[in-house]
């Protein structure tokens, strides 16, 4: 069946620091893969997103890597400030005409420490 | 600001009662998700209404029912209500029914008492 694992289930790095979170697939069929970013009472803030016919996605200090061999996608987040600290989701759907449902992760809790 | 509004915020009720949370999707968007997340579960997909229908159904209990309305705003209504249905619940929307990408807003924090 459809599912998402992400590793890991917490990450502590020290500001400057590169954080990576990894996460696997096993629809074959998916070839959309968002990260979402949540804070403390808020909703999931889409943060880099990447199709399958992209190998890797960059956008100032978060970059998004795919192998679809191995059905891995991971976030890089470079030079870590305070800020980045949250709970960061991965997820994959398959683009269809007909259904656009996301299958998540269980979550990273991400401390980044001053 | 995602542009996705929920309401309420929060809400408390009891073992057996019936609510509804309201959603209003991003200007624009014709397509409405609903999701759960809970600490066991994670978030998981309820389910999804494109433009007024519904257009895919994920892990949504019988006692548990969805519309979107024709000024595409959504309401998601829960009855018979029990203590494991405690959780917040997020809408999202997109442009049309791939959900490539998806916004969210801030959910509404149900508790059961």
């Known amino acids: 069946g459809e599912n998402v694992e992400q590793h890991p289930s917490t990450l502590s790095v020290q500001e400057g620091d590169s954080a990576v979170i990894k996460c696997t697939y096993s629809?074959?069929?998916?070839?959309?893969f968002p990260w979402y970013k949540q804070e403390l009472g808020k909703g999931p803030q889409l943060i880099i997103d990447i199709r399958s016919n992209v190998g890797e996605k960059k956008d100032q200090r978060i970059a998004v890597t795919l192998n679809k061999t191995a059905k891995h996608f991971s976030l890089h987040i470079t030079e870590t400030q305070p800020e980045d600290s949250a709970v960061y989701f991965c997820?994959?759907?398959?683009?269809?005409?007909?259904?656009?449902?996301?299958?998540f992760g269980q979550g990273t809790t991400l401390q980044v420490k001053p | 600001d995602s542009g996705v509004t929920q309401t309420p915020k929060h809400l408390i009720t009891a073992t057996g009662q019936r609510v509804t949370l309201r959603c209003s999707p991003r200007s624009g968007d014709l397509s409405v998700y609903w999701y759960q997340q809970s600490l066991d579960q994670g978030l998981q997909f309820l389910i999804q209404?494109?433009?007024?229908?519904?257009?895919a159904k994920g892990n949504i209990l019988e006692r548990f029912s969805a519309q979107q309305f024709p000024d595409l705003h959504s309401e998601l209504n829960l009855s018979s209500l029990e203590l494991g249905d405690s959780a917040l619940y997020f809408c999202?929307?997109?442009?049309?029914?791939?959900?490539?990408?998806?916004?969210f807003g801030d959910g509404t924090r149900l508790s059961i008492l």
């Open positions: 629809d074959s069929a998916s070839n959309y």
């Open positions: 999202a929307s997109s442009v049309d029914g791939s959900g490539q990408p998806q916004h």
């Open positions: 997820a994959a759907s398959y683009r269809s005409s007909n259904t656009g449902k996301l299958i």
């Open positions: 209404y494109y433009n007024g229908e519904e257009r």
